[in-house]
């Protein structure tokens, strides 16, 4: 087979699934199975007749042809079957006996716990079997304190009964369960937490039943082998031999990729010095084992009695046969006990190919390679290609292991260490210098010190750090000396993180200019004159240069963001912005602000000037501190005290209360507080939180208005009529409960649009359907964020609003049933 024909049929592969990525919706199955059918019959087809008629370039097109449509129908045909195991909606909402078994490692916190569950009986109270059961599903035990759960999914009571701390992966369980589709939160350059849960498998999410009026979870048995329950034994090990539980997680996620053990401050470390991939199950750590493997399986061989009597085995099997065996069957061992994460996967079907070429005595150029194993990879997980993850890790995997590794001999010298060490400097300045664009387009930010990070971590982590995680495995003693070697690593990390512009950040950018700093990329690391690499710099000068298209003068724009059960509001004008609350605080280890707003912000390169909290509530309150921490330069408005303990981690706020009749012009934009009132905070008994939500008017230079009320309740919105409360864009009351969005309230805004922000299936019933009557009784559009997403709306164009879900439909994506 040509080259040129590797080429053709790896292109066509991932191009297949690609193609079928961008369906907004599935066909039918038999549809893809007829599909499936034809590409079969058509590589037939061409294989037949290019022996007898077929011309060499119609075979050149017509089997790349059959790639194609056999890449897109067996993805289409497994979405398709994955689809149908999604939880029925008529079994949202209702208490099922659930028996199965838990198949993931449990994710702790101080909420509780949340694992993987995989049922194999599902019953109603009566003890009738459920027919269309999901068979993976991720559940939760939330205990004491009930915080409030990302996505909706807090219980309909607060949960008292503690999870047990013996609950491990390979345990059968019957409890009952109240289970939901699997939903997430859909946001412009958001994680898309629905595409995640898809390519996991999990066909529901809920949680587990155990308030004390249930019956108690009953623990059925405990599997004693298995490889899930191997890692667990692991980890639980590393838990009693290394004395914290900060170092202990980072032992366990380099040792597991149980990379949910890292705490938040270490992850935020790591990002800022751009080694987060060190801490992960990642190509370094696996290519490093199977070097170790490989040399000592080679030092093995040479002195084994069939190398030195010249045994004709020895003559079959040379030494460089044996290290590249031990090398691959170590690495894959290795991905596979770490959970064969996509990271792994990748780096293990790349040392396969580049051995077997090796072996066999061929050689391969190298996009050729990277391109065999991107349509290896894509085909067994075709979804792997929407995430960053894939791209940064096959970048760096096709830069590190393509070409053959420099052998080393048995003494090294000084010369052979020093090229070595030149070589190990060399790599790590290609991989940063042509992975900053990537991570620029990916994720907004580029680590300016990761050079000199990594050029310190990757030698550090790889050949110290790593290998005494594994010796623990056979000697506990090795995970201390492992946990005091990232304690050393770690101070060094933070001095560096602290450097003024550590950071470089850059907003989101088109396809187009993705393009062309994709095409700079590649002028830099592809070998050739210094001239040529330099080229690259001006390809990218469109990234570095480019900025969010703002509203025009005298117009603003709302963003109203989908992040559960809370209120979070961007409006911008053409130079300013302002952020009105911050979303839900999901548990004591993350919130809305750190999940979307954070992402948002950076991705739209906003600049806060001011952040209104209109009032304490967690749900609107919770992700003031991660927005604070990126942006320390907004002024807060709120009518929270100031002796209240949510100051206590914000340094240097000086927040100021928001009263009636405040008011500012920005850009042409006229901003008006209309509550609460200064007689408000000294009412006795002291008002309520909900009572004393700051209210926002904002008013462009043409007239169209915007209304944020925060949890007013009917007494606050009676209040407000003495004011021209007429908004053409209003934000809903306390979410929609029946407190609030009363009748003579709704008269006298008259909006276009009304916004609920409220999580999926909420415990709380938000929008409660009386109040979407009394919307419907006045002619008033009603959008709800669960079922939009991220919802935009423009002055300069009022009569129109963007829904994320429905401008970016994917198959994946979970439709709720419109309420009646």
């Not at 400097?425 to 990537?438: H, T």
């Not at 623990?472 to 512009?501: C, N, Y």
């Amino acid at each position: 087979m040509r080259l040129s024909d590797g080429y053709a049929a790896a292109v066509a592969i991932v191009a297949g699934c690609a193609l079928q990525l961008q369906q907004a919706e599935l066909w039918p199955a038999p549809y893809y199975v007829a599909v499936l059918c034809a590409g079969s019959l058509c590589g037939v087809v061409v294989g037949v007749a290019r022996r007898w008629w077929l011309s060499d370039l119609g075979a050149r097109v017509a089997l790349p042809l059959a790639l194609l449509l056999l890449a897109f129908a067996q993805t289409g045909w497994r979405a398709s079957l994955h689809r149908t195991q999604w939880l029925p909606a008529e079994l949202e909402g209702r208490s099922w006996w659930a028996e199965g078994e838990v198949i993931s490692l449990p994710l702790w916190s101080e909420r509780g716990v949340r694992f993987r569950f995989r049922i194999d009986q599902l019953r109603d109270a009566e003890g009738g079997l459920v027919s269309s059961q999901p068979r993976q599903v991720w559940l939760g035990w939330y205990g004491p304190p009930a915080w409030d759960v990302d996505d909706g999914d807090s219980a309909d009571e607060l949960p008292t009964r503690q999870p047990p701390s013996h609950l491990s992966a390979g345990d059968r369980w019957r409890w009952s369960v109240r289970l939901k589709a699997p939903h997430g939160h859909v946001n412009p350059h958001g994680f898309d937490h629905e595409l995640w849960l898809w390519e996991q498998g999990i066909a529901a999410t809920g949680y587990v039943r155990a308030h004390p009026s249930e019956p108690a979870p009953v623990r059925l048995s405990s599997s004693a082998w298995g490889l899930t329950r191997w890692r667990q034994s692991v980890r639980d090990a590393v838990a009693r031999h290394v004395d914290d539980a900060t170092r202990a997680g980072r032992i366990a996620a380099l040792l597991l990729g149980d990379q949910a053990s890292i705490e938040r401050a270490d992850w935020d470390l790591l990002r800022a010095t751009g080694i987060a991939h060190l801490m992960a199950i990642s190509g370094l750590h696996i290519t490093g084992l199977a070097w170790l493997a490989g040399l000592l399986a080679g030092a093995l061989w040479r002195r084994s009695p069939w190398h030195w009597r010249g045994r004709v085995l020895a003559l079959w099997w040379p030494t460089p046969h044996i290290e590249r065996v031990a090398g691959m069957l170590a690495a894959a061992a290795y991905a596979v006990f770490s959970g064969w994460g996509i990271p792994a996967q990748r780096t293990v079907w790349m040392l396969l190919l580049a051995h077997g070429l090796a072996m066999s005595g061929r050689r391969w150029p190298w996009p050729l390679s990277a391109l065999v194993v991107a349509a290896g990879v894509i085909a067994l997980d075709p979804w792997a290609i929407t995430q960053a993850g894939f791209w940064l890790s096959f970048v760096a995997v096709t830069l590190l292991f393509l070409s053959e590794p420099v052998r080393t001999t048995d003494r090294p010298n000084t010369g052979a260490l020093r090229s070595r060490v030149q070589a190990l400097v060399r790599e790590q300045c290609v991989m940063s210098l042509c992975l900053a664009p990537l991570s620029l387009l990916l994720f907004q930010q580029v680590s300016v010190v990761g050079l000199l990070a990594n050029l310190l971590a990757v030698p550090w982590v790889t050949v110290i750090v790593t290998p005494l995680c594994l010796l623990g495995m056979v000697w506990h003693k090795a995970w201390s000396w492992a946990a005091l070697a990232l304690d050393a690593l770690m101070p060094v990390l933070q001095l560096m993180a602290a450097i003024p512009g550590a950071q470089l950040s850059r907003p989101a950018v088109p396809a187009w200019v993705a393009g062309f700093a994709v095409c700079g990329g590649a002028c830099l690391a592809w070998p050739g004159p210094l001239a040529w690499r330099l080229s690259g710099l001006c390809w990218m000068l469109p990234l570095l240069s480019w900025q969010v298209p703002p509203p025009a003068p005298g117009r603003f724009e709302l963003l109203a963001a989908d992040m559960g059960q809370g209120h979070a509001v961007l409006v911008r004008t053409r130079h300013h912005a302002l952020l009105y609350d911050t979303g839900p605080r999901y548990s004591p280890e993350t919130d809305a602000g750190q999940r979307v707003l954070v992402p948002l912000l950076r991705a739209w390169d906003v600049h806060l000037d001011r952040i209104v909290l209109s009032h304490q509530d967690s749900d609107h309150s919770g992700g003031l501190s991660s927005v604070w921490a990126m942006q320390p330069q907004a002024e807060v408005w709120t009518s929270v005290s100031v002796a209240h303990g949510l100051w206590s981690g914000l340094p240097g706020a000086v927040p100021q209360r928001c009263v009636h009749g405040q008011r500012w012009e920005w850009d042409g934009v006229r901003f008006e507080v209309l509550h609460p009132f200064a007689s408000d905070y000294l009412a006795q008994p002291p008002r309520k939180p909900n009572a004393l939500s700051c209210v926002l008017r904002i008013e462009d230079a043409q007239g169209v208005r915007a209304l944020l009320t925060g949890d007013i309740e009917a007494a606050q919105e009676r209040a407000l009529l003495a004011d021209d409360v007429q908004a053409d864009w209003l934000l809903v009351p306390h979410h929609g409960s029946n407190t609030s969005s009363t009748r003579d309230f709704l008269s006298a805004v008259q909006p276009r649009w009304a916004m609920v922000q409220a999580g999926y299936r909420n415990r709380f019933g938000h929008p409660r359907a009386e109040v979407l009557a009394r919307y419907r009784e006045q002619a008033i559009a009603v959008v709800q964020t669960d079922r939009c997403g991220a919802a935009t709306w423009r002055s300069e164009a009022p009569e129109a609003l963007r829904c994320e879900r429905q401008a970016a439909p994917r198959y994946w994506r979970h439709v709720p049933i419109e309420s009646p």
